[in-house]
């Protein structure tokens, strides 16, 4: 059975799961720790993706990403190959680190934000890591003891978790305390990393009360939350596919857009091809790799191979092409269907 796509968003929410390959060890001591939350911290700031929730554990490790300027998926493999390779080559290692693929659960806010922190924080007391909750707090590889105000990390918007508590800091930071205390007892949460029908009902409780009840529901592994919140993020993934399958047939083809965004810029074609770096050539060059990537849905190869660069300068050029373009209608003209 082909694996599903990933489902993404501005703005979205997901509660993000690694885990080393046959369930190998990914951080040895505490220097490889440090050596994944740099990289992390890094691009987590030049991409303002915001973190609410995080902590590390031997063999695996928990995120609470929102999506910022790019997609999360790009954000992790940016961080797990970077991390990878520096980890290999510090520890004479060959091969793959990460299993094939990370988790990567859309959630749905109102209803889980808060689970979702507390769950994550308290994995390192779950696992035996921490003793006992007072020594999680101080505990240096958890996002726990950022919220506690005893460690600082840029990179973790500890006011926006805070501001779901109490609008005064010290306040907040008690009853968010109070809040992960009575989590410990909770024990594991299947519901909440666990199959898409438990996760759409709201975990075993909800579960449970529909037994019987011969009610209906939409569920999907990718996604947690209420059926309703699942049935609109699905509805919206198939629009958003159909949209650019519809453009991948009946909008302008990779030639012709190359002519467009030329013609646009009142440039050759030859022109955007000459890996010219003046300004306005690389604006131009820019906006073709944002509409053909993010509105085509054409692979960045393809993109390169066109242009005559690499893949990784199409992606770095396609967030500058979605601003060059601005609010002004000329995304659409550009795309105009034949």
């Known amino acids: 059975m082909p694996r599903q796509s990933r489902i993404d968003a501005p703005g979205a929410l997901h509660h993000v799961i690694i885990r080393g390959i046959e369930r190998g ?9 440090d050596a994944f939350l740099d990289r992390l911290g890094g691009i987590l700031l030049e991409s303002s993706t ?8 031997s063999n695996h490790a928990h995120f609470l990403f929102r999506t910022g300027k790019i997609p999360v998926a790009r954000v992790m493999r940016r961080l797990l190959t970077g991390y990878a390779v520096t980890f ?14 990370y988790k990567s659960i859309l959630c749905e806010e109102d ?5 979702l922190v507390r769950y994550i924080h308290l994995n390192p007391l779950r696992a035996g890591i921490v003793k006992e909750l007072g020594e999680l707090s ?6 726990h003891s950022v919220l506690m105000g005893r460690k600082k990390r840029a990179w973790q918007d500890r006011n926006y978790v805070l501001g779901y508590f109490a609008t005064a800091e010290k306040e907040a930071r ?19 990393v666990g199959g898409g029908l438990l996760r759409s009902v709201g975990g075993w409780k909800g579960l449970k009360e529909l037994r019987g009840s011969g009610e209906k529901v939409r569920a999907d592994e990718r996604i947690l939350g209420r059926s309703e919140f699942v049935e609109r993020v699905l509805r919206e ?24 965004v030329s013609a646009h810029f009142g440039l050759d074609r030859e022109e955007l091809k000459s890996g010219s770096k003046v300004p306005g050539v690389a604006k131009a060059r820019a906006v073709f790799c944002y509409l053909g990537v993010r509105r085509l849905g054409l692979t960045s190869a393809s993109i390169a191979k066109e242009l005559g660069i690499c893949p990784s300068a199409v992606s770095k050029s396609i967030p500058r092409g979605r601003q060059a373009l601005g609010d002004g209608g000329i995304e659409e003209y550009l795309l105009e269907c034949q």
């Open 25 to 33: 060890v990914i951080f040895r001591d505490h220097k490889d720790r």
């Open 237 to 260: 993934s198939e629009e958003e596919w159909e949209r650019k399958s519809l453009l991948r047939r009946r909008g302008p083809s990779l030639t012709q857009l190359l002519q467009r």
């Open 138 to 143: 101080s505990y240096p590889y958890s996002g």
């Open 88 to 101: 290999n080559r510090r520890h004479g290692r060959h091969g793959h680190l990460f299993q094939n693929r």
């Open 111 to 115: 209803a889980y934000l808060q689970e």
């Open 174 to 192: 008690r009853k968010y305390f109070s809040f992960v205390s009575k989590g410990v007892e909770k024990g594991s949460r299947p519901d909440l």
């Open 50 to 57: 915001p973190c609410y929730a995080w902590s590390l554990m």
